[in-house]
C-alpha cells in the first residue's frame, strides 16, 4: 500500500531567493533583519528557508500512523533550529489550543461564583484577577472581573464572548487586593502582533500545547533565539527577537515547546509526545532519538562536528527502514551545497 | 556570527576550489624505497624491527609532502635523521637478510639528498600564490593535514619567509565555525577526507580554496553524498558560479608523475600514534610524581592542541571542564550558574569530541581546589584538614601491618558496605574527603578505634566537602570571566590558551587545549597520571 502523502505546503517547491517572500503562514520573511549596533543584516536565503521549513513541517497531518524524517548536512548550526521553530509556532499558532466555541466558554466563565481566581491577559500583561462581586454590573452578554480593587487605582476587565479567550481560570490566588503591574509575557508584543498578522497575542500566549521540542546545548539554543530581529528596516522597523514566539517551557508557564538538553545525561522527558522534535546537531540526535518515536523528525547536522558521520549512518539506516519517500518540496528549496533526505517512517 | 552563518551557507553553494598539481620534490622515491624496506620486512618476518626504524622517515616525509616546509629547514633535523639511519644500517646488517639491509641502505642518500634542499616545489608555489593574494585584504589562512605538522608550518613561517605570517591551521581548527577569504591547503584532499575532514571540502570555511600538493600523491577529491537518495551537493567541474580547476605544472616525467594506487594506501601510517610510546612519554613525564601502586582506572589518551597530551579518565561519570568558544555573544546569565551548562561548563568526558576545547590545570601552584578549599575555610581550614589526617593515618597504619584484604574483612565485619582494597586505596587518598557512604565511613571509626571522635571528624568531612563546592564554584566563576574577556581568535589559531588566576594563587593557572584527536584505545592509567597535560615528544 502507498503511504499517504503530506499535502504540499503553500510555499513550497519554491527557491529560497525570491518566491517565498511571503510564506504560508502570511508574514513578510523578506523583511526581516538580524539586528545589531553595527547595522541590520537581511535574511538571507538559508534563514528564510528554516522559517519556510518550519511552516512546512508545521502542516504535516499529526497524530498519524507515520511520521516524517527530514535530515539536513549543514555548513553551521547557528539559527537554523530556532529559525525552524518559529516558523512552526507562528503556523500553529493558527489553530487554537482549546477549541471551544466562544459562547460556549462564555457561558461557563459566566457561570463562576464570585471571588473565583481567574488570570486575565491585557495589553500583552498577564494579570490575576477575580470573578467581581457586582452584581448590579452583570448582563446576558458581559460581567465584570477585579483586576484592582485598590482605591485609586480600581481596574475592571469587562469579559465578553468576543474577549472571553483571554481569561482563564486559575488555581494561583487573586492579586486583586492590590495594583497591579501585570507580568509581561512579551518582551515586545507589537514585534510579536506584526510577525504573527492576524492571529492575536492570546493565541498565542495563552494555554499549553507541545507543539515542538528543540534537542540541543540548552545555553546556545536560548541565545540565538535571544538575537534581536528587525521587521522592517531603518528606525520604521519593529524590532524583537524569536525568544517571545517560541514559547518556551519555563517553570509553570504556558508554552509551546520546550528545549531538550543534550549535555543531560537524564533529562526530564515530555510525558506528551511533541508535534515535531528538531535535534540541533548529531549528540542529541544520536543520545535521544529514541525518545521521539511518534513525533516528526528534523535532524539538523553539523558536517564539522565529530560525530557526523555516526549520526548520518543512524539516519541512513533508518531510510532502510522507511515506508515511504514523500514528496522532496520539504527540501527542493533547502539552500544550495546542503545534502538532504526526506521520508516516512511507521510511528 | 550571522554573516559567517551567510558566508558559510554561500561558500557551500558555490566553492572556488583549485587543485595545484606539482612535479615530485625527491620524496616519490623516498617513499618508494621505503615501501620496499617495508614488504621485504614483512615476507622475511622483521617488520617489527624494520617499522620503528622507519617511523621518523616517513614522518618527515609525510610534513613534506603536506606543508611548505622545506627539507634543508633546520627544525626539520633531516641531518640527524641520517644519522639514525646510519646506525640503522649497521643494526640491520646483523639482524636482517643482506637483501633488506640492502634496500635499506638506499633510503640514507634519499634523505640527506632531501636535507640539501633550501625549496620545494609546494614551498615556491605557495609563495608565488601567497603573494598575489595578500594584496588582497581579507582573513586567509594555511591548511595542514596534523598538528605536528602545523607545529613545523608555525617555526618555518617565523623565520620570516613571508611579508604577513598567515594563520597556520588544522582541520580540528577548522570545525569552528569560521569563514576565511581564501584558504591555503597542503597536501592531497585524501589526507583529510580520510581523518575526518571531509566537511574542509564538502562545507568550506572559505569560498576559494587552494589546494597545494605532489602530483603523484593523487589530487582527486570525491565527496559521496552522505544520505542515500539524498538531494546532494557534489562540486561541480568547472563552471561560473563555481567549482574545481586543476592548475597541472609541468613536470619532468609525465608517467613518474602519474599517482598509483599505492600512494593512496598511506594515509593510515602517517596519521598513525603508537600508544604505548605515549603512554611511555607520560609515565617518564611524571615518573617522580605519584603513586606507582596507585588504583589504576580506564583512560583515554587525549592528543591536545600545542603539541601536548593529556589522559583523561573514561569512565561513565568522569567529567571535565569544556569551554563553548563557538561564538562571540555571551550565554545567558541564569545558565552561568548552572555547571552544566554556559560558557564554561561540565561535560562528561565520554561525549568529549575533536574539536571540543577543554580546561585544565596547568599552573606549578599544584592542585587547585584544596588551596581555594582551604580559602573558603579560613582559620577552621587547618584544625579540619588535621583531624581528616589523623583518621586517613590510622587507616593507613593499619593496611600496612595487616594488609589491604584483612583490613577490608574487619570494615566489613564493622558494618562497611564497599571495603575493597582499591575502595581501601581510595579512602586512604588525600584527595578524597571521605567515604561516600555513612556505613563505610563509620566503619572505618570503629576498625581505627577512633568511634568516640567519630562525631567531629564526620563535621571535618562536612566542612571540607562544603568548602570543596563552594571553591569549585568560585574557580568556575573566575574561569568564566577571563574566558569572557580573552582574545578568541587567538586561541582558535593557536589551539590553546592560558588564564592565569592570579586571584587564586600567584602561580596558578588553567589552560584550554583544543581537542585534536582522542586515541581510540582505552588505556590502565593510574590515578596520579590523569587531567595532567604533558608534551608529546618526536621520538
Known sequence: ?347 | MIETSDNLFAACAAPVLTMHALPDGGLRTLTKACRIVERMAADEGVADVVRPLLTKVKAMRFCLAASPVHGGDPDLCLSSVALRLASAEEQLAWSASPRLAAEFKKIRPLVVELSRRQSSPLQETFRQLWAERSKRAGRLAVVVPDFGIKTRTDAWLRQGPLKDVPVVLTPSALRQADYYDELFLFGPPRWYVSNSGEFVFATPRSRVLHVIGYRWSGLALTIEPVFRRAVSAVIPQGGAGGGIKVVVAPAESAEAEEPSAEDAVDTAEDFGFDVQSILQQRRQHGAAAGDPEDEEVDAKIVLLGGGEAVMLPWTDDAKTYSADFGDVGSYVEADEDDEDAGRVRRVFNQELEVGDFIILRTGSGGDLLPKVADGVMGIAAETHRLRQQEWKHALRDLERRHGGGAVCDRLRGNGANHASPANLRNWIRARTIRPDSDEDFAAIFRTTGLEHRAAEFVAGAIAINSAHLSAGFKIRKLLIAKVRAADLRKMHAAGKMEFRLEELSNDASMTAYRIERILPDVVHARLHELNDVFTLEDD
Open chain 1, 1 to 347: 500500500m502507498e503511504p499517504p502523502t503530506p499535502p504540499p505546503p503553500a510555499s513550497f517547491g519554491n527557491s529560497c531567493e525570491a518566491s517565498d517572500a511571503v510564506n504560508a503562514a502570511g508574514w513578510n520573511t523578506l523583511g526581516l533583519h538580524w539586528a545589531s549596533p553595527e547595522g541590520d543584516r537581511p535574511f538571507a536565503g538559508w534563514a528564510r528557508y528554516f522559517l519556510n521549513l518550519g511552516d512546512a513541517l508545521a502542516q504535516l497531518p499529526w497524530p498519524a500512523g507515520e511520521r516524517t524524517a527530514v535530515a539536513l548536512a549543514l555548513p553551521i548550526l547557528q539559527q537554523c533550529a530556532v529559525l525552524t521553530a518559529a516558523g512552526i509556532v507562528c503556523r500553529l499558532t493558527r489553530t487554537p489550543i482549546a477549541a471551544q466555541p466562544n459562547n460556549e466558554r462564555f457561558t461557563e466563565l459566566a457561570q463562576l461564583a464570585p471571588g473565583q481566581p481567574v488570570r486575565v491577559l491585557a495589553r500583552g500583561r498577564l494579570y490575576i484577577g477575580e470573578i467581581a462581586d457586582l452584581p448590579a454590573d452583570r448582563t446576558a452578554h458581559s460581567f465584570p472581573i477585579m483586576v484592582s480593587r485598590e482605591p485609586g487605582y480600581a481596574e475592571h476587565f469587562r469579559c465578553t464572548a468576543t474577549n472571553c479567550s483571554k481569561v482563564e481560570v486559575t488555581d494561583a490566588p487573586s492579586q486583586a487586593d492590590g495594583r497591579q503591574n501585570g507580568l509581561r509575557i512579551i518582551e515586545d508584543p507589537e514585534f510579536a502582533m506584526k510577525v504573527l498578522t492576524g492571529v492575536s497575542l492570546e493565541s498565542l500566549c495563552l494555554g499549553t500545547r507541545l507543539d515542538y521540542a528543540l534537542v540541543g546545548v540548552r545555553a546556545r539554543l536560548l541565545e540565538e533565539a535571544g538575537q534581536s530581529v528587525r521587521l522592517g528596516s531603518g528606525k520604521g522597523g519593529l524590532v524583537g527577537s524569536f525568544m517571545d514566539l517560541l514559547r518556551l517551557k519555563n517553570g509553570s508557564r504556558d508554552h509551546r515547546g520546550l528545549v531538550i538538553a543534550a549535555t543531560a545525561k537524564e533529562p526530564r522527558f515530555p510525558t506528551a509526545p511533541p508535534r515535531i522534535v528538531i535535534f540541533n546537531g548529531a549528540p542529541g540526535y544520536l543520545k535521544f532519538r529514541d525518545q521521539f518515536r511518534l513525533s516528526h523528525q528534523l535532524v539538523l547536522l553539523d558536517r564539522a562536528e565529530a560525530r557526523f558521520r555516526e549520526a548520518a549512518t543512524q539516519i541512513n539506516r533508518d531510510y532502510l527502514q522507511r515506508t515511504g519517500d514523500p514528496g522532496e518540496e520539504l527540501v527542493a528549496a533547502a539552500p544550495a551545497g546542503v545534502d538532504r533526505v526526506v521520508f516516512t517512517e511507521r510511528t
